[in-house]
């Protein structure tokens, strides 16, 4: 299960301050923008989620009334209050506020946030990053990666793992926690799996009865997302492939390196361009698509995207976006293996 918001806080933290990777630590402020975001969720069920959106919303909108996006002051808050959530677990002995932020003060990352030429620097990638997570965060919506997936009968191993940990309620949950004891158990393994599938295949349907919902949708949901996790990689592996053909191997006017794995920052622009080129509206020219994704990439880079009628990489763009509609029409019915 997802971990709560105040443990996001916590890792966001950790992660913050143990690199000195520019890339790093903003790809780290992009995801603890997105963290920050959630802040003003009103579906929260957890009673700590909701003390700790709580103190967010109050702190932070200073800085969002009559404001597009946070403005840099709040990044220096979020940063601020993620250290300080994260320090709490590692101290042997209790230490005051007053004593974590003069360790704040002598943090490589807070120096760099804080010194004078900031703006000059690092600051407004950082500040690009921030403000990118916080408005994905905000306006969450299903990609089309996330539409037509097929019923997923062999879930991912994780998803084993994860129904341990929650200790889900119902019939169900609890039939297949038995299911899997019986299968890690070596009995009858054919006959276990065939009465897996057909559990999980139940989860699927619409009269789903009310004790298994919980169940159902956590299912359903870590299906979707490893579905589309494998579609949009490979979709954005395709675009990125097709542009350094188009480029004759040359990114950024250097060779390219080979695709990066999904989760290295390399990777991120790519995935942003495959979403919004799978999310394009129906009735949107191919030329339009093009030029969104392409500022998606750039956003995704925390840079400031080349003004596109003046771009000389539009038909670079072009051959990536045909690309990742081939690999999106060819994948439309893709469900991975989960081993």
Known sequence: MK?????RELLAGYRLFSTRDPREWKSCLEDLGKLCAEA???DLSEEKDR??????RDEFKQWLDGRPAPPWPMLIAAVKRAFLASRAPLEREPTSEAERLARLDRTHLWKTLTAEDVAQGHGPEALRAFQRGFRLGRCERAHATKRNIPPVVDPPYSWYRQQEDASLPGPSAARERALAAAW????DREAVQQALRELHASAWREDVPEEDRVWAEAYRETCTSWVTDHRRDAVAQSAYEAYLQSTDGLL????????????HHDARPWLAFAERVEDAPEDESELATAEAAAREYWDARWREAPRWDSDPAQTHWLAAVRAARRTSAALASFVPRPW
């Open 184 to 187: 890690r158990a070596n009995k």
């Open 51 to 56: 003390a700790w959106a709580g103190a967010h």
């Open 3 to 7: 971990p709560r918001l105040f443990e």
């Open 40 to 42: 003003w969720r009103d």
């Open 252 to 263: 950024d006017g250097e060779p390219a390196r080979p695709w990066p794995k999904p989760w």
